[in-house]
């Protein structure tokens, strides 16, 4: 059974960092494209960054330079470093997986995710 359970995700404030975790299970996760979501509060789940299982990184305009997507394979999990927050981050954010390699054009399209975690909260205070 796929799991994937975040975890990283609190209350900062402008300017700050956090790292969100994703620990995956139940799957060879080397074969997967995974991504992190967010979703605010009266808006549709975006994409934000997400990596498919020949490297392939894509990042949401809004998080370029200061996001980055990482992995440890030996691990299973996803981690995403967030740098310069904003408060126009503050969303819960989902760690999602897929089995297919998704091709850059898709990373970012909540729909061709099959598994997803629970989410974790990020609040950014100005």
């Known amino acids: 059974q796929v799991q994937l359970v975040e975890s990283g995700g609190g209350s900062v404030q402008s300017g700050g960092s956090l790292r969100l975790s994703c620990a995956a299970s139940g799957y060879t996760y080397s074969t997967y494209s995974m991504g992190w979501f967010r979703q605010a509060p009266g808006k549709e789940r975006e994409g934000v960054a997400a990596?498919?299982?020949?490297?392939?990184?894509r990042y949401a305009d809004s998080v370029k330079g200061r996001f980055t997507i990482s992995q440890d394979n030996a691990k299973n999990t996803l981690y995403l470093q967030m740098n310069n927050l904003k408060p126009e981050d503050t969303a819960m954010y989902y760690c999602a997986a897929s089995p297919q390699r998704l091709l850059w054009w898709y990373l970012h399209s909540p729909t061709v995710y099959n598994r997803w975690g629970q989410g974790t909260q990020v609040t950014v205070s100005s």
């Open positions: 990596v498919n299982s020949d490297g392939t990184t």
